[in-house]
């Protein structure tokens, strides 16, 4: 049994790494008990508790305001990793940090999956910060795990759920249909870390989705598909959906896959997009 403090604890992601680790002594705290800005409660905090891992589940997570949010999105995602990374090492801790594939550009030909030591290339300003806050954790400490996730969906509001609202109130829906990615659920990232600590896997960074990657238009018709929705799905570019809605987006990768081969090589398999959902949709009572 471990000593293990998750902050950002009442988020999405920290739901499921809470119930994966909850053999272990787990102290939860969110921003109210403990902000991961404030370097010295941080310092004195970890300090005190000694834990034998400190897991990061707290992030500026709003891709869209982040780009008009001013110095708190750096301060959330760089500094806040920073402080976590000089605390941990003060006390001799792991700290475990949950990163995006929105530290590249995304303009990788589709066929094609990014490996961790890619040259990386943010280009919003949640990325920019991120990347920063992987920087961080590399500067300030050497025990560290970086596991980089994308299209998150768990215990909390996500696409999954937002495309089964819109599906039984509507009879067809626009998706994109140019953006290439893998959904990825909150269970098996949770699982990733806790095979992490359990195996005590060599220190780095890991990318960390689930295998397989898709479409948000071919993920929506394979969601309607597994939960029986009727509802058609129309497929549109970005450009086009960005004119449809008369919204402001920050700009989206074309194509993240991460690469799993560096977890596959420490012994950690990750279930497809399929499966995953299958198992989500079933949680949520849909199957
Ligand atoms: N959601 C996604 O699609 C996605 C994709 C790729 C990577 N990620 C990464 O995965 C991780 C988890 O994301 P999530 O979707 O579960 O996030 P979330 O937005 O659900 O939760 C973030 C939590 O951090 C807390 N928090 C914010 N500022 C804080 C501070 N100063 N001090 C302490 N806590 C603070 C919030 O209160 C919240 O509970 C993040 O690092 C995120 O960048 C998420």
Not at 27 to 36: E, M
Not at 148 to 168: D, H, I, P, Q, S
């Amino acid at each position: 049994m471990k000593k293990i403090l998750i902050t950002g604890s009442n988020g999405m992601l920290a739901n499921s790494v809470k119930e994966r680790l909850s053999k272990n002594e787990l102290i939860c705290t969110d921003v109210a008990d403990l902000d991961i800005t404030k370097e010295n409660a941080v310092l004195e905090f970890v300090q005190d508790l000694k834990p034998d891992y400190i897991v990061n589940c707290a992030a500026y997570t709003a891709v869209d305001k982040a780009e008009e949010a001013g110095e708190i999105v750096e301060k959330i995602n760089s500094d806040g990793p920073g402080n976590l990374a000089k605390a941990a090492k003060e006390v001799g801790a792991t700290l475990i940090h949950v990163s995006t594939d929105y530290v590249f550009d995304g303009e990788l030909e589709v066929e094609k999956s990014y490996q961790e030591d890619d040259a990386t290339g943010p280009v919003t300003v949640y990325g920019i910060t991120k990347l920063h806050g992987e920087e961080q954790v590399k500067a300030n400490t050497d025990k560290y795990y970086i596991f980089r996730t994308a299209w998150l969906y768990g215990e909390g509001n996500n696409f999954v759920r937002t495309m089964l609202k819109l599906g039984e109130t509507r009879d067809e829906i626009s998706v994109v249909s140019d953006q290439h990615g893998s959904p990825t659920y909150a269970e098996d990232l949770a699982n990733i870390i806790g095979e992490a600590i359990e195996k005590e896997i060599p220190y780095g960074i890991y990318h960390s989705t689930n295998e397989g990657f898709t479409t948000w238009y071919d993920f929506t018709k394979a969601i309607f598909e597994q939960a029986g929705v009727n509802c058609k799905v129309n497929p549109v570019s970005t450009e086009k959906y960005i004119e449809m809605m008369n919204i402001v987006q920050a700009k989206r990768p074309k194509n993240s896959q991460l690469s799993k081969a560096k977890l596959a090589k420490v012994g950690i398999q990750v279930p497809t997009w399929e499966d995953a959902l299958r198992r989500y949709l079933i949680k949520e009572g849909k199957i």
